[in-house]
């Protein structure tokens, strides 16, 4: 049973009527996860930065925080599509800060994730995330 399901069904207990929460909030859903997203990988990059350049560190507090994000995102996403936004947070760049690219090894089909929007279009639109790998876009140029 969905969440609105859920809701629907205690509201429906609750006040004796039927209660229909809108289905239509994807809209919202969206800025919300973007929203997230993007503070969680900044929270993530002034943290490295911060022990970076001036030692300062700040772990047991970020340790609690990022793996309660990560939990959450487990929940509320699965485990497969979870790992995929941890993937984007801390490590989908290389050193330059470019985008690695995922691979679907069936379609061949490749998907660069720049932003956190482009995150959400990506879960939203791929199922099966087995068969996906991670390549550098500069590989090839390295094996001549």
Not at 36 to 51: F, M
Not at 80 to 101: L, Q, V
Not at 110 to 118: D, F, G, P, R, V
């Amino acid at each position: 049973m969905s969440n609105k399901q859920e809701l629907n069904k205690i509201f429906s207990e609750i006040l004796g009527v039927n209660i229909v929460l809108n289905e239509d909030n994807t809209g919202y859903d969206k800025q919300l996860f973007i929203k997230i997203i993007e503070n969680w990988t900044s929270a993530y990059n002034l943290s490295n930065e911060l022990a970076t350049k001036y030692g300062i560190a700040f772990d047991t507090i970020e340790n609690l925080l990022f793996d309660s994000l990560e939990n959450t995102m487990v929940l509320m996403y699965g485990k497969n599509k979870a790992e995929i936004i941890h993937w984007f947070i801390y490590d989908s760049k290389d050193e330059n800060g470019k985008p690695y690219i995922l691979t679907d090894s069936k379609t061949e089909t490749k998907y660069t994730l720049n932003n956190a929007e482009e995150l959400f279009e990506f879960l939203k639109s791929v199922d099966d995330i087995e068969n996906l790998s991670i390549e550098d876009e500069d590989e090839d140029d390295n094996d001549e």
